[in-house]
């Protein structure tokens, strides 16, 4: 009985080849454009964390702080609330810095150095920098940081955590209306052919089996074309991007494709398979009222 029930389901893939198509085309769109999103928020976040890390404070010193007057600031800064790192840049390391690959230029500078040494501070999150700031400057110290450039980041990561989830969810509802509204037009197509079998005497679950069988195979279907697809592109716009930001800013990464489709797959495969299989039963069920 189950193997005949089985090979309903999949014949029932064939008997009305346009509707299969158009119920796992649906799917499959609704699925992709659900999976491109969640790539992109989950990207747009991770990519203004690390933009958030490299949005530091500097502190410059004039040449007259001896090594123990250093090592002291270091300390008293390390204790300022909302400070997680410092560090210490000398003036030779500025320098080697700021000459990079030019040997010829930090030899020529080397004896008479006119950068400055300083403290690089990281904030524990940069929404704080202002108040790490307020303390550095009541220590009379010349902090400079980008201020323009944090209030940016901070409205952008603010926008992206508000808006990302509540767009998915949007999109997630919009999906279940496309595919049930498909799979309920597949199943009025074979609405003869359930009459006729209520007719001779069928039971509903008889009547009901192949048609669920039939929507878990379209809701597999439907999920691994998106899978595939994404999973192919994601390397090649993730590298074009990535050109595209390292004229703003360098040294940026994006998600791996593994922990994409780690978290796209459970929710494809769970989404289009219950999606496929109470879109069938909710539009058989009218039809078994005979």
């Known amino acids: 009985m189950l193997s005949y029930l089985l090979g309903e389901g999949i014949r029932g893939l064939f008997k009305n080849r346009m509707m299969t198509f158009a119920s796992i085309a649906t799917i499959a769109l609704s699925l992709l454009t659900l999976g491109i999103s969640y790539s992109i928020a989950t990207n747009f976040e991770y990519l ?8 530091g404070i500097s502190v410059y010193l ?7 007057n250093i090592v002291d600031l270091q300390e008293t800064i390390k204790n300022i609330k909302y400070v997680k790192e410092v560090s210490y840049i000398s003036k030779d390391v500025a320098l080697k810095t700021f000459a990079g690959d030019d040997i010829l230029l930090y030899e020529e500078f080397k004896e008479d150095n006119p950068l400055p040494a300083s403290f690089e501070i990281k904030p524990t999150d940069v929404q704080f920098q202002r108040a790490v700031v307020s303390q550095l400057e ?3 110290l010349d902090a400079t940081y980008f201020s323009t450039e944090t209030q940016i980041f901070l409205s952008l990561n603010a926008y992206i955590q508000r808006f990302s989830l509540l767009f998915i969810v949007i999109l997630i509802i919009i999906s279940l209306l496309l595919i049930t509204n498909t799979i ?3 199943v009025f197509v074979r609405k003869k052919e ?3 079998m209520k007719f001779l005497g069928a039971t509903d679950n008889f009547i009901r089996t192949p048609f669920i069988i039939e929507g878990i195979l379209i809701g597999i279907i439907g999920a691994v074309i998106p899978s595939i697809f994404i999973y192919c592109i994601y390397d090649i716009a993730a590298e074009k991007l990535l050109l595209a930001l390292s004229e703003l800013v360098g040294g940026l990464i994006l998600q791996d494709i593994d922990l994409i489709i780690t978290w796209l797959l459970p929710v494809y495969f769970s989404l289009a398979i219950s999606i496929s299989v109470v879109g069938s039963c909710i539009a058989i069920s009218k039809y078994l009222r005979v």
């Open 48 to 55: 203004i964390a690390q933009i958030e890390e490299k949005i």
């Open 62 to 68: 004039d040449d007259v702080f001896t090594e123990k």
């Open 138 to 140: 009541k220590m009379g």
């Open 184 to 186: 309920r037009l597949t």
């Open 194 to 196: 359930i009459e006729i």
